[in-house]
């Protein structure tokens, strides 16, 4: 039995030495805590469907904000007939790219219907209405396939519709083929998986969209904060003294002011707008990283390595950048994670006070602010899918957090 427990302990000590580092060693104890690398697989899936965005959601036009007051408050798995009719005007279609950072606008303007008719060279729809009270409207069977040129007009010759488009092209068809083209291409069905909100947008693309701004946010004010915080808790740890002092006080009266509070006031200070939620979060985020650098740079600048860098002549430059600071990283990568869920939240609350991020761009807070009121009726999911999105982002931070802890604590033993 003790042979076999020291062949065991020889097996892993030699599997752990394979590994050459310990940072894989690190990688591989946080695999091994399944609900905290589940957590990282989300999150990468979160952020690969928010990058493609616009490719998949339902509403691809600009902010996803195809508005249809006759499709309001549609219920999740609603599906409605709609009419695409052409509008009369140079929309410019967009590259690849374009249109994953900011989608293509419609080039056509969607009708709902109940029911339609073709009367001659016209088509008659019924419009969609929830208590079936819909009324008629027309539209000439050119201008549905086609955006017409506005001084041209359409004639009839027979069964032949000759008509000038907008690109100035002529064109002669026949009715036939114009009802055809719409029944086959310009009648559709739309299908709304989480229903659509009071303006008739559809729920499933704002939230998709909505994506991007919490982990914008999360990124850049994580970026912002460890920029500063890094920084100023380097040169207060090492060097100590006066220095240390005047940064230790102004750490000490960033701390005292209530993070929302200095937030909101950095934010009307800024102004409103996407840009500047990032600064906002990121310049009060920066404490708590320049604390625990601090902390860390103090207990290591009196290591053996340390006093061997400076025996050698290396600046003080190099000694904390090449030496120290990457062995104060693990405590900052764990409070990284934090300041993420932290940054996700703080967002969602400034978008939901209307000082963050602005109509019509679609955020997780903003949408919860529009459909709060819905709470108490029948409508309660168009507040509660945002809130649940915020509430499942910011546990998988903290789960990857707590996993992240665990795998760079050198004491804990396998």
């Known amino acids: 039995m003790l042979t076999l427990k020291r062949n065991n302990l020889f097996l892993r000590k030699r599997k752990y030495d394979s590994t050459g580092s310990l940072s894989k060693l690190a990688w591989i104890r946080f695999r091994r805590n399944k609900v905290s690398f589940s957590s990282l697989v989300f999150i990468g899936l979160v952020a690969l469907l928010s990058i493609v965005g ?74 969609y209405s929830k208590d079936s009270s819909g009324l008629e409207i027309g539209f000439h069977l050119a201008n549905v396939c086609y955006p017409l040129y506005e001084k041209s007009g359409s004639k009839k010759q027979g069964n032949l519709i000759s008509f000038i488009s907008l690109d100035g092209k002529q064109i002669k068809t026949s009715v036939e083929e114009l009802r055809k083209q719409i029944t ?11 229903g659509t909100d009071r303006y008739g947008r559809d729920v499933l693309s704002q939230l998709i969209i909505g994506t991007r701004v919490s982990l914008s946010v999360g990124f850049i004010s994580v970026a912002i904060s460890l920029l500063i915080g890094i920084f100023l808790g380097a040169i207060a740890g090492y060097f100590g003294g006066k220095i240390d002092a005047l940064i230790s006080w102004f750490i000490n009266i960033v701390w005292a002011v209530p993070t929302l509070l200095l937030v909101i006031a950095i934010t009307f200070a800024l102004g409103k707008g996407f840009w500047q939620v990032f600064v906002a979060v990121g310049l009060t985020m920066w404490v708590e990283v320049a604390r625990v650098v ?12 340390v006093e061997a860098a400076r025996a050698l002549g290396y600046r003080n430059f190099r000694i904390i950048f090449k030496h120290i600071l990457p062995n104060a990283m693990a405590p900052v990568i764990v409070i990284s994670a934090a300041n993420f869920a932290s940054a996700i ?37 168009l507040a509660i899918l945002p809130g649940l999105a915020i509430m499942i982002m910011v546990l998988a931070f903290m789960l990857i957090g707590n996993g992240l802890r665990d795998a760079l604590d050198v004491r804990t033993v396998d």
């Open 54 to 127: 616009y490719w998949i959601t339902p509403d691809k036009t600009p902010m996803v904000n195809e508005q249809n007051l006759l499709l309001a408050t549609l219920k999740p798995g609603s599906k409605v007939t709609v009419l695409k009719v052409c509008k009369n005007q140079d929309i410019p279609t967009r590259n690849i790219f374009h249109k994953l950072l900011y989608g293509q606008e419609n080039k056509y303007q969607s009708y709902p219907l109940s029911s339609y008719r073709f009367s001659s060279d016209s088509i008659i729809i019924t419009e």
């Open 184 to 194: 086959e291409e310009n009648i559709v069905q739309k299908a709304f998986i989480l």
């Open 294 to 305: 601090r902390g860390q740079f103090m207990s290591l600048r009196e290591k053996e390595f």
């Open 345 to 381: 939240l703080l967002e969602a609350g400034l978008s939901f006070l209307g000082i963050g991020v602005q109509p019509p761009m679609p955020s997780w807070g903003g949408m919860i602010k529009e459909n709060y009121a819905y709470i108490i009726l029948d409508y309660a999911y």
